[in-house]
């Protein structure tokens, strides 16, 4: 570990950076699903209705699926009671989870702003930026190779993201493993820009803008090669092993193995400083679950779960538990590999952030009215919310919160004062309820 000051000093120009790891899933999370099975008969009283309820997480147990980073409860926060009524809800949230904001099906022109992922990240700079990671697919197959996103780096834009660990560990660390290829990249690059630069001089206006935004963005390409090129050797001790069955984009992996080659990937990029934020899609409704402990022969549809539909005999309320537990597995190993990093006077952990949350609310089909968070937070996060299942107001109430005012609070928490983030929450307007800001009492 003795070369990680080195790495982090040079992607932050020697600042100590502040990391965030959003991890979103599909088919929802019931909010019952996160409540603590030792609650008192009051505390569960109010839970169950929904009333702003605040307990220690140290004397109570996990649920089940949770029990996996039972070691760690005092880093650990349940948020319940955020809504995402002004975000797509339904199957699938595309962009607009991470926007708060109504995109529609996954167009363009629906993309009003740069996701929240994208500006946490200007706050800490590194080589890439962003990391988007993805495991989805078309129900039989997962994708595989670059594809859309779905974060934006900016309105009426898509971010790209790598689908499938190989591809990921191939561009991502490529400096390293195939220095001739980032070669030939920038030689690419420069050819592009130039025909880019002439066929804008003959274009006007929001054609004009698009173009303008692929030449930034071949240049801000050409710039991280540039920077990665430079941390190479330090890279070097770092690369992740990968089995050779991730090899052509792993069409033989199981779900399992695609899971926890993402995570090594992923650690392996915060750790060389290639990247100070992730987003990773774990799951999709259109994800193909193969190999899941206990239904190794089934090919599972996640969606035909979320209309309780069950698998070699066992219901679908047991195999979307074992879906999550595969899932926080991976949150666990993410917790207890960054704990071993040294970074300052503690370790890598103590300035990150991971946020696991549904993308598209309370349930299968939901409404937009709950979006339960499990969030696990190091010692460096400007936060008071650690070690505490937190419920708030619920919506349309008095004191409501929805998922812009909880983006507004990592911000402000980190360097950004916007007086809001994201849309505002119709119903909370008719209402005529204070909806703008921050949630104060979470800010140190």
């Given at each position: 570990?003795a070369?990680t000051p080195?790495l982090?000093?040079?992607a ?12 979103r899933?599909?088919n929802?999370?019931r ?5 603590l099975p ?7 009283a109010l839970?169950g209705k929904?009333?702003p309820?605040?307990?220690g997480?140290?004397k109570?147990?996990?649920?089940g699926w949770l029990?996996a980073l039972?070691?760690?409860k005092?880093h650990?926060?349940i948020l319940?009671g ?5 975000s797509?809800n339904?199957h699938?949230s595309?962009?607009?989870v991470?926007g708060?904001?109504?995109?529609g099906?996954n ?5 009003k702003r740069a ?6 990240a ?5 080589p890439?930026g962003?990391?988007?990671l ?9 994708r ?8 934006a780096?900016a309105p009426?834009q898509?971010n790209?993201c ?11 660390f490529k400096s390293?493993?195939n220095p ?8 690419m690059?420069k050819?592009?820009q130039?025909e880019e630069?002439f066929k804008?001089?003959v ?5 004009k803008?698009?173009l303008?935004n692929?030449i930034?963005?071949i240049?801000?390409i050409?710039?991280r090669n ?5 941390m190479?050797?330090?890279i070097a001790?770092?690369l ?5 069955v991730?090899a ?9 193995e695609?899971?926890e080659?993402m995570t090594?990937?992923l650690?392996?990029a915060?750790i060389t400083?290639?990247?100070n ?9 259109s ?15 996640i969606?035909?779960l979320g ?5 070699s005999?066992?219901?679908?309320e ?10 926080i ?8 590999r960054l704990?071993k990093?040294p ?8 300035n990150?952030m991971i946020l696991?949350f ?5 349930g299968?089909h939901?409404h ?5 968070f ?6 460096n ?6 070690g ?5 107001p619920?919506h349309a ?6 998922i812009g005012n909880?983006y ?5 928490a980190h360097?950004?004062?916007i007086?809001?983030y994201g849309?505002q929450d119709?119903e909370?307007?008719?209402k005529k309820f204070?909806?703008a800001?921050a ?6």
């Amino acid at each position: 570990m003795a070369m990680t000051p080195s790495l982090f000093a040079n992607a932050t120009h020697g600042k100590v950076p502040k990391r965030f790891i959003f991890i979103r899933k599909s088919n929802g999370i019931r909010p019952n699903e996160v409540a603590l099975p030792t609650f008192s008969d009051k505390e569960k009283a109010l839970d169950g209705k929904k009333q702003p309820l605040e307990v220690g997480l140290g004397k109570h147990e996990l649920p089940g699926w949770l029990r996996a980073l039972e070691g760690h409860k005092q880093h650990m926060t349940i948020l319940q009671g955020l809504s995402c009524k002004m975000s797509e809800n339904g199957h699938w949230s595309y962009s607009s989870v991470l926007g708060a904001y109504k995109s529609g099906r996954n167009s363009l022109s629906g993309i009003k702003r740069a996701t929240i992922d994208f500006e946490l990240a200007k706050l800490s700079p590194s080589p890439f930026g962003h990391v988007e990671l993805s495991l989805t697919g078309n129900y039989s197959s997962f994708r595989t190779g670059i594809v859309a996103g779905y974060s934006a780096p900016a309105p009426h834009q898509r971010n790209y993201c790598y689908a499938d660990p190989q591809t990921a560990y191939d561009e991502l660390f490529k400096s390293v493993t195939n220095p001739g290829a980032v070669k030939s990249d920038n030689a690419m690059l420069k050819f592009l820009q130039g025909e880019e630069s002439f066929k804008a001089e003959v274009l006007q206006g929001y054609e004009k803008l698009k173009l303008s935004n692929h030449i930034s963005s071949i240049e801000s390409i050409q710039s991280r090669n540039r920077k990665v090129a430079k941390m190479s050797g330090a890279i070097a001790k770092y690369l992740p092993e990968l089995d050779k069955v991730h090899a052509n984009g792993g069409p033989n992996a199981t779900s399992p193995e695609k899971q926890e080659a993402m995570t090594e990937i992923l650690i392996a990029a915060l750790i060389t400083g290639l990247t100070n934020v992730v987003t990773y899609t774990i799951d999709e409704l259109s994800t193909p679950v193969k190999g899941l402990p206990g239904n190794e022969g089934d090919h599972i549809s996640i969606h035909e779960l979320g209309h309780n539909g069950g698998y070699s005999g066992i219901p679908a309320e047991k195999i979307r538990e074992k879906i999550r537990m595969g899932h926080i597995k991976q949150v666990a190993t993410i917790v207890e590999r960054l704990k071993k990093v040294p970074e300052g006077n503690g370790t890598m952990f103590d300035n990150t952030m991971i946020l696991y949350f549904p993308e598209n609310g309370e349930g299968h089909h939901s409404h937009g009215t709950e979006a339960p968070f499990i969030v696990m937070a190091g010692d460096n996060c400007n936060l008071d919310i650690a070690g505490r299942y937190i419920r708030l107001p619920y919506h349309a109430t008095e004191g409501h919160k929805t998922i812009g005012n909880w983006y507004t609070t990592l911000l402000n928490a980190h360097g950004n004062p916007i007086k809001h983030y994201g849309d505002q929450d119709l119903e909370m307007s008719r209402k005529k309820f204070d909806q703008a800001g921050a949630i104060k009492q979470f800010l140190v």
